[in-house]
């Protein structure tokens, strides 16, 4: 569904992601593991297109991420971003219904998928009718991934979803989110530096630094068979930090 | 390209107000340079026009100087105003050798012009002295002061420098006085009363010498040009409106001797007597008692100049608003072009306001298309500058968000780029708003009306309470549109993005 083929890119002098691959297969959730600078952040806004590579290819559903395609690929996809990107002149419903409102949905087309959104995301109507500043993070959050999922489309790429929330709030929204990307059986990549969101939501784990891959696999093969001493390192450099994961 | 493609349309948009002004539509437009006389003379040949009946008068007082008030006849944007015949001679024809109304007449002609028959007095230079001490040394003509050097002369600088004034008085009669001093006008006024001074040079019809009992000494060796009044007519007008021309010769020409327009001239200058009143006056042949009723007038004439003021100030911002958004999206959309841009419009606004008034007189003619115009290009830099930074302040995220959920250029304009820009829009429009109000009081120098048209008469009339007058409402209402705006923040800018 989504893979990049020896894809570099350089901004100026400063090498952002050096001949990078990655497959992501249908209804896979695949998630991009790194510190901040590692270029994971990259690796999605080529895939949107939001950027092309120097080198290499981009590849979504058979086509190749260029000017030309780039319009029509990103109709398959919805993005979200750390806080929830949500315009902060717009109520959380008109944040979400934007999207389908720019297609031309019938209204009760329209108010019919925010009611399932809002089920879903466990957002009432009240809170729906805030403005983004009225809400809690978590809250914003959800309001993001309704916008995103509007338009039901089959690829979800999402930027550090959880990243400006607290940690309570972050494991609950962490379980949730798992639930609903197998409930949904989207193509999910999701890019965080947290090792336990990795561990809880990704099928395959790339791990990323200075813009080249580590080790990709699943968490299990990073813990048991680390590719390079850095994989120990970058995991337990986490687990100091937080002595007991909670909830595991 | 693009700031041409705009200024393009900033043109076409003005058009509208910009109305090439002919006598085409029943309509005679009276002229005025900006002092007192010439207020009075118009303000007659208001009168009378209304009076005929056969046209409506219009009147565009107080257009300034000889240069500005004779281009808007040329062009049409006024049909009569008063006019000298020396200044004829010598500022609009530039030959001094034509000395009669008839040689003057027939050189005009080409123009498409005409004048009257003198009104019956001239207004030159002249040379004033207490009527009793000139009784006393028995002075009567310039040539006179030639046996009494130790009187103490006080001339303005121009008197003092032009050649026509007292270095070639001098020569032409060989006078040589012991003390000459540079004075203004108003100060020697009151040193001749007080005895301070003995001599002065004033210009005959001038209201204050008869308060003051002065004397004119005769030019009896013709050195002053004669500087006769005349109508000063576009030959067009006098031919569609026969009956009006005809009865405004009648009423004028030959009816005006210096003393008497000496007395109107006081009557405005020194009594405080409205114009129309003092030109009633005059038609009326009497005298109408003093004071009555001016305060009243004065608060009617408030109400409409402020109607006036407030139709500029809403037209131009208007006009901004509509161009000025545009632009500053335009600038932000293409950035070269957006810099080119929005330094053309800061040149704009760097071209001091009444110059760029007077600009607009030979493309536009005066009156209110020109000032509207004037007033729209200086509102667009705050309008056009801030659209721009209000646009170059959105988060770069949250337009790459706009593409990924595809909503198309015009409903990512208006749904996401504007609202979110709204906080600067809406500043600049404030500050282009507020800014107007005083900028469109300069207005009133090219016939554009408003209350400046009182701030130009009263600095004519020398006359703080009138300048005050049009100058106090112009700052009540800048308070007024800042109040305004402060409501209208809340209508305009989004509640999720008020603090």
Known sequence: MIALRDVTKRFGATVALDSVSLDVPPGATHVLLGSSGSGKSTVLRLILGLAAPDEGTVVVDGVVVDAGSRDRLVARMGYVVQDGGLYPHLTSVDNVTLAASAQGWPRARVDARVAELAGMAGLDAATLGRY????????????????????????????????????????????????????LAKTVVLVTHDIREAARLGRTITLMTAGRVVQQGTFADLVERPAVPFVRQFLTAQTLAVPRAPGS | MRPSLTAALALIAALPFAVPATAADGVIRVGSKSFTESYILAEVIAQVIEQVGEARAERRVGLGGTGLTQRALESGAIDVYPEYTGTLARVILKDPALQTVEALRARLAAGGLTISASLGFANTYALAIRAEQAERLGLRTVGDLARHPELRAAFSSGFLERDDGWPGLRARYGLGLARVEVMEHAVTYRAIASGQVDLMDVFSTDGQLERL?????????????????????????????????????????????????????????????????????????????????????????????????LLLVLISVGAAVVLGIPMGVIAARYRRAGQVELSVIAMLQTVPALALLMFMIPLFGIGKGPALIALSVYALLPIARNTYAGMMAIEPTLLEIAWVLRLGRLRRLLRVELPLSAIAIMAGIKTAAVTTVGTATLAAFIGGGGYGTLIVRGLALDDTATILAGAAPAAVMALAFHALFELLDRAVIPRGLRS
């Open chain 1, 132 to 183: 983004p500043r009225e809400l809690s993070g978590g809250q914003r959050q959800r309001v993001g991934l309704m916008r995103a999922l509007m338009l039901d489309p089959p690829v979800l790429l999402l930027d550090e979803p959880l990243g400006a929330l607290d940690p309570i709030v972050r494991a609950e929204l962490q379980d949730q989110l798992g639930t609903l990307f197998a409930a």
């Open chain 2, 213 to 309: 009992r002065l004397r004119l000494l005769e030019d009896d060796r013709r050195f002053f040009p004669d500087y006769s009044a005349v109508l000063l007519a576009r030959r067009e007008m006098t031919e569609r409106f026969p009956r009006t021309w005809a009865r405004l010769r009648e009423a004028l020409e030959g009816r005006l001797d210096a003393a008497r327009m000496a007395r109107l001239n006081a009557m405005a200058d020194l009594d405080g007597r409205s114009v129309p009143e003092v030109a009633a006056a005059f038609l009326g042949g009497g005298t109408p008692e003093a004071g009555s009723g001016r305060g009243r007038a004065l608060l009617g004439e408030l109400a409409a100049l402020t109607a006036d003021h």
